[in-house]
């Protein structure tokens, strides 16, 4: 299994593996270059389902997603689907998956199913590298802080996916997400401070407005903007993604009109964050 640097401070691209036949070292090696460096992309594989599923439940253990169209035959597996007539994609803007939830997900494995012609990669930004690119004053600040998480103003009947041509394929509109998490995390396994907040689910700091929470969010937002800190995921056929949620963004771009793209993700249980 030989590792090659995806962007200057975050991912890795491996080559000489089939994630379908990992022995357990190869599989916890693999497991360690996610945490540090955020996403592992793996070319050449050819997942059935079943096997999508059995590499998950080998992770640790699969969290079903509640929003996304599930795979009929495998509800385990989440379909993240734009069909050739649609406009909106899913997950046009930077996020972290399940930060709403109370313990939020580790990750995910994506499986590329059908894609595009060309377009359609997925951004990756690592919240290790934007935590340091911050000044000490501003470190200093955030030092203890908490910020409030939510998925309902994006998938509510009166969300922002509502106003789409994705709304009628999506679940649990009903459903009511809030959770609290600091704003500093320290990474379970490496011990790395990360910022923990994100464009898409993060609505405040815990004892602030909207409106008093947007300067420094909009502050620490930037620090994940950097060159550095991000790098992009060309997607082909037999690409498999995995990330970890703690310490990346990511963002699939919407870049292929008239074109069908269907992904297979699996999402990774994970534990209660600390800071």
Request: charged share 20%; glycine share 8%.
């Amino acid at each position: 299994m030989k590792m090659t640097p995806l962007g200057e401070e975050i991912g890795a691209e491996v080559t000489g593996c089939q994630l379908a036949e990992m022995s357990d070292d190869a599989l916890d090696h693999l497991k360690e270059a996610v945490w540090e460096s955020g996403v592992v992309v793996v070319r050449g594989q050819d997942l059935s389902p079943q096997q999508h599923i059995a590499l998950a439940n080998r992770w640790g253990g699969i969290d079903i997603n509640n929003y996304f169209p599930l795979n009929g035959e495998h509800p385990e597996i989440a379909e993240v689907r734009k069909e050739k007539d649609q406009q909106t994609n899913i997950g046009g803007g930077w996020h972290t998956d399940h930060s709403y939830d109370q313990v939020p997900a580790m990750g995910s494995i994506l499986v590329a199913r059908a894609l595009p012609p060309k377009g359609g990669d997925t951004l990756f930004a690592h919240m290790g590298a934007a935590y340091d690119a911050l000044d000490e004053e501003t470190k200093a600040e955030i030092a203890g802080m908490r910020a409030v998480h939510s998925a309902d103003h994006i998938y509510a009947p009166d969300g922002a996916y509502a106003q789409t041509d994705q709304g009628k394929a999506l679940r649990g509109q009903e459903l009511k997400t809030l959770a609290t998490h600091p704003v500093v995390i320290r990474h379970p396994q490496t011990g790395r401070k990360l910022l923990y907040v994100n464009p898409a689910f993060t609505l405040h700091f815990e004892g602030q407005t909207r409106e008093e929470s947007l300067p420094l969010l909009q502050r620490l937002y930037a620090a994940a903007m950097t060159p550095q800190a991000q790098a992009r995921v060309v997607w082909k056929p037999g690409t498999v993604t995995i990330w970890d949620n703690r310490t990346t963004w990511h963002m699939a771009l919407n870049d292929y009109p008239g074109e069908e793209r269907i992904m297979h993700r699996i999402t990774l249980s994970g534990e209660a964050l600390a800071a």
